[in-house]
């Protein structure tokens, strides 16, 4: 009787998620006119002051022990929150670059096939890297490894620029604060 | 009305096979056996299959032996094309990504190996619904098939709504009627197979199964046939910002 309580549940569980996509399908196709892209700019240098390997190990010669991972684990929490705003700006791009995917002319349409690509390869890495963060919370002296994400998004703003680029040349766009 | 070898049973059991078989022959007839063979495929053959099965068990000369092993051949092809449309489906979505296809197949197999031993510890502790193998053995398979199906489509569909990747309307439509379906008969086989319900209930299982097949079938003739909103692309521009800065960004990715 447990298996059958536990089979039910969820199927009903994996009933409601597709009946969502659904709905939330069958809404952004209605609503596709209003799409206005929420990029967050993410403060590049910040970025990379945080997940910076000399940084790491000078703060570690400096700091005693416990301070260090005291340290580390607010500079871990920090990375995370550049992480996830990295990722969400990804996110934002795949729809984007889908949408430009039906332009008629092909710089654009190319430009939006690498720029998804670059989206994704980042959306992946973030995943992992949050990953190893939320590792690293636990035992924050095994450091930390976010440079993927960080060389990713610098490819991912090249790809952006361009593809605003082609869309509206007269509009600049980035989505880093500064670099 | 709800009663074994009423009209509704009999209109439920065969209608949706039927509709199914001709939303094949459709599809093959339009060359979509070229986008998605294995589809195509189960929805001539899996009709085929289910309409020997209501044949075989109509017919007062079929013994109930030559019933289960009817119903077991079009079981086992059954759950086979429903993989391969699984397959299909996920090449469609996600192949044309070259950065996520190699993870996605990499993790599709992962969480397939996992369904599949899971699938198989549950059936192991499974007590079985009838004193007959050749009936709890129909009863469990179908449920480690539905277990196995449903889990690789709900994994399809949080890896697809993670990357933000949209799903053209096809294989959506497939999905949606394959997952519809297995939701529901998943957790209707695992009831009969794990707490022997009474004759009656089911029996009114039997009837909520071809129901919810039957409205499946017209998920896909919805999605395959009818043609989606032709919705005009906006162009959705990105944020504008600072010349300078944006000036600034692009020399230094050129420096790199």
């Known amino acids: 009787m447990t298996l059958a309580i536990i089979f039910v549940v969820f199927a009903v569980l994996a009933l409601v998620l597709i009946l969502r996509v659904t709905v939330s399908r069958a809404l952004q196709v209605s609503s596709r006119d209003n799409v206005t892209p929420g990029i967050e700019p993410l403060d590049v240098e910040a970025f990379r002051n945080l997940v910076d390997a000399s940084e790491n190990a000078y703060l570690h010669r400096r700091l005693p022990a416990p301070e260090f991972r005291r340290v580390q684990r607010e500079r871990l929490r920090a990375a995370a929150a550049y992480i996830r705003v990295s990722g969400r700006n990804a996110a934002i791009l795949v729809t984007i670059s889908q949408a430009a995917l039906t332009s008629s002319d092909s710089q654009t349409v190319e430009a939006a096939r690498q720029l998804i690509d670059s989206a994704l390869l980042l959306r992946r890495n973030a995943a992992f890297a949050l990953l190893r963060i939320y590792v690293g919370l636990a035992w924050p002296t095994i450091g930390l490894s976010a440079a993927p994400v960080l060389l990713g998004y610098e490819r991912l703003n090249g790809c952006a620029m361009l593809l605003g680029r082609l869309q509206n040349p007269t509009v600049p766009v980035r989505i880093s604060v500064r670099s | ?256």
């Open chain 2, 1 to 256: 009305m709800l009663q074994a070898h009423s009209i509704l049973w009999h209109y439920l059991w065969v209608a949706p096979d039927l509709l199914f078989m001709l939303l094949g022959f459709f599809l093959w007839r339009r060359g979509m056996g070229r986008i998605f063979p294995a589809f195509v495929a189960f929805a001539i053959l899996s009709s085929v299959g289910d309409l020997a099965a209501y044949l075989a068990d109509i017919t007062p000369s079929v013994s109930p032996a030559n019933f289960w092993r009817v119903f077991w051949a079009g079981l086992v092809v059954e759950s086979l094309l429903k993989f391969l449309v699984i397959g299909e489906v996920f090449s469609q979505v996600f192949a044309p990504y070259a950065s996520i296809a190699r993870l996605g197949k990499k993790l599709v197999s992962g969480c397939g190996t996992l369904l599949v031993l899971l699938a198989a510890v549950m059936a192991a502790f499974s007590r079985g619904d009838s004193k007959f193998g050749v009936v709890s053995g129909a009863h469990l398979l179908e449920q480690t098939v539905f277990i196995i199906e449903l889990g690789l489509i709900v994994f399809l569909f949080l890896f697809a709504a993670y990357f933000h990747l949209s799903w053209d309307r096809l294989s959506f439509g497939i999905m949606i009627g394959l997952g519809v379906s297995a939701c529901e008969h998943l957790a209707v086989w695992a009831i009969i197979a794990n707490a022997s319900p009474s004759e009656h209930v089911r029996t009114l299982f039997s009837f909520l199964g071809m129901a919810t097949y039957h409205l499946c079938v017209f998920i896909w003739f919805y999605y395959l046939l009818v043609p989606g909103k032709a919705t005009v692309k906006p162009k959705i521009s990105l944020p504008e910002n600072n010349l300078a800065v944006w000036n600034r960004e692009l020399e230094r990715l050129l420096q790199q």
